[in-house]
C-alpha cells in the first residue's frame, strides 16, 4: 500500500493535468472553442458528474484555484430534504451540510427543488454547493451569507425573491446560535471574508441587492453568472470609511447583466475591481459606479446602451463623493466594445493591472467573442453525461 506521503487519487492526478495543461499553453484552449476558459476546463469531461470536486480547479481571477476545496479528506454530502431549521436543521438539509458539517464539504442535491430559507444560511468554511444536474432555486425567504470564512464555492443554483426575515436566532458554523437583528438582504453578502468562487449562478429580484463583498473581503472571483431584474446588483467595499476594503480584489469575468437592471454593475468602494468580458444589455443610472478612489480595470466587455433620452443611460461609469478629485481615481477602459452610443469616462493616468499570480491568470478573449462566451451564463442545465 502506497504511504499517504505518495498516495495521489485520480481526482487530483486529473485536477493536477489540467493546471500543467493550462500552465504550458493556455492559448491551445482558446482555439476553435465558445465556450470560456472555466467552462472549457470542466465541461467537456463527459465523467463530470463522477469527478465534481475538478471544478475547484478551474476558478480564475483573484479567487485562484480553490485548492482548499479538494484532495484529501473531502466530504460528499446530498442534500434530500427541502425543509429548513434555522436552529435545529436535520441531516439531509441544506443547512445540515453547509453550517454544521467540519472541514472540507462538497454538496450535491438528489433532486431538484425549491428551498425556502427561514434565515439566512450561514455558510462554513471550505465548503461548496454544487447545483448542477438539479434545478435547484433558494427563494422567497433568506439566502445566503459568507462571515468571516474562506475557501466558499456557490455554483448553479438559481437565487431570487429574498425577503428580508425577522429577527430571530440561526445557527452558525461551529454550531453556535447567534441572534440575528436585522439587516440588508442579498442573494449572497459575503463579509470579511476571503478565496470565494460565485460562479454559473442566476440571480434576481431580490429585496436589496444581489452580490455584496464588503468589511474586508479579497481574493473573490464572480463569473458566468446571469444578473437581471434588479436595481442595486451588487456593491463592493462596504462604506465609504470602511479602510480595510483598500485590500479587496475581485475579479468579474464571463457574467451577463440585464435585461433590466438599474445600476451597481458594481459600485465598488476602495480595491481593486477587474471587470472582462462581462455583458452588460443596458441600465438605467450607471453599470460602473464607485466611490472613495477605487481601482477599476473594464477590459473587453460589450455595453450596450439602452437608448433612452438620458444621459445617464449612455454612459457606462458614474463617481460618488469621497476621497480626493474623483476624476483623478484609476478607471480604465482597454478594448471594450460600446453600443448604441454607450461611452465609458476613464481617468487616471496609468492602466490598472491586476497582476495575477500563475494560478490566477487566464487570457482576455475579444469583446467580439463576448456574446458567444456569456451565452451559457447562469445555473446550467445538466445531464449526467453532460452540462
Not at 476553435?32 to 469531461?45: G, H
Amino acid at each position: 500500500m502506497a504511504s499517504s506521503g505518495t498516495h495521489i487519487n485520480s481526482t487530483m492526478k486529473l485536477a493536477l493535468c489540467l493546471i500543467l495543461f493550462f500552465m504550458v499553453d493556455p492559448t491551445i484552449a482558446t482555439r476553435s472553442s465558445r465556450m470560456n476558459v472555466i467552462d472549457r476546463c470542466w465541461r467537456r469531461q463527459p465523467n463530470w458528474a463522477r469527478n465534481r470536486p475538478l471544478l475547484a480547479m478551474c476558478s480564475i481571477g483573484f479567487a485562484g484555484k480553490m485548492t482548499n476545496n479538494v484532495g484529501r479528506g473531502v466530504r460528499h454530502y446530498t442534500v434530500t430534504d427541502p425543509s429548513d431549521d434555522p436552529i435545529n436543521p436535520h441531516p439531509g438539509t441544506l443547512r445540515y451540510g453547509a453550517t454544521l458539517i467540519e472541514g472540507k464539504v462538497w454538496i450535491k442535491f438528489h433532486r431538484s427543488m425549491h428551498i425556502n430559507l427561514q434565515k439566512p444560511l450561514l455558510i462554513s468554511s471550505f465548503t461548496a454547493i454544487d447545483g448542477r444536474g438539479s434545478n435547484v432555486h433558494i427563494a422567497n425567504g433568506a439566502c445566503f451569507l459568507l462571515h468571516k470564512v474562506t475557501s466558499v464555492i456557490i455554483h448553479g443554483l438559481h437565487i431570487h425573491h429574498c425577503q428580508k426575515p425577522s429577527p430571530g436566532k440561526v445557527i452558525t458554523p461551529g454550531a453556535k446560535i447567534l441572534d440575528l437583528g436585522r439587516f440588508d438582504v442579498d442573494a449572497i453578502a459575503v463579509i470579511g471574508s476571503s478565496k470565494v468562487w460565485i460562479d454559473h449562478n442566476t440571480l434576481y429580484q431580490c429585496k436589496d441587492g444581489l452580490v455584496d463583498v464588503t468589511q474586508g473581503s479579497t481574493a473573490v472571483t464572480i463569473s458566468n453568472n446571469w444578473f437581471k431584474d434588479q436595481d442595486k446588483v451588487m456593491l463592493l467595499g462596504h462604506d465609504d470609511g470602511y479602510l480595510q476594503d483598500r485590500r479587496m480584489k475581485v475579479t468579474l469575468i464571463f457574467n451577463r447583466f440585464g435585461p433590466n437592471c438599474h445600476q451597481r454593475m458594481p459600485r465598488a468602494r476602495h480595491g481593486y475591481v477587474h471587470v472582462a468580458n462581462n455583458l452588460y444589455e443596458g441600465w438605467g443610472m450607471y453599470a460602473i459606479g464607485g466611490s472613495m478612489n477605487p481601482s477599476i480595470k473594464s477590459d473587453s466587455n460589450v455595453f450596450i446602451s439602452s437608448g433612452s433620452n438620458k444621459r445617464h443611460a449612455y454612459e457606462v461609469t458614474w463617481r460618488g463623493g469621497g476621497q480626493g478629485d474623483r476624476y483623478s481615481w484609476n478607471w480604465k477602459s482597454k478594448n471594450d466594445h460600446f453600443v448604441n452610443g454607450a461611452f465609458f469616462r476613464q481617468s487616471g493616468n496609468t492602466v490598472a493591472r491586476p497582476n495575477y499570480n500563475r494560478y490566477q491568470s487566464f487570457i482576455v478573449e475579444n469583446a467580439g467573442m463576448v456574446r458567444s462566451i456569456t451565452s451559457s451564463s447562469g445555473a446550467l442545465s445538466c445531464t449526467r453525461t453532460r452540462c
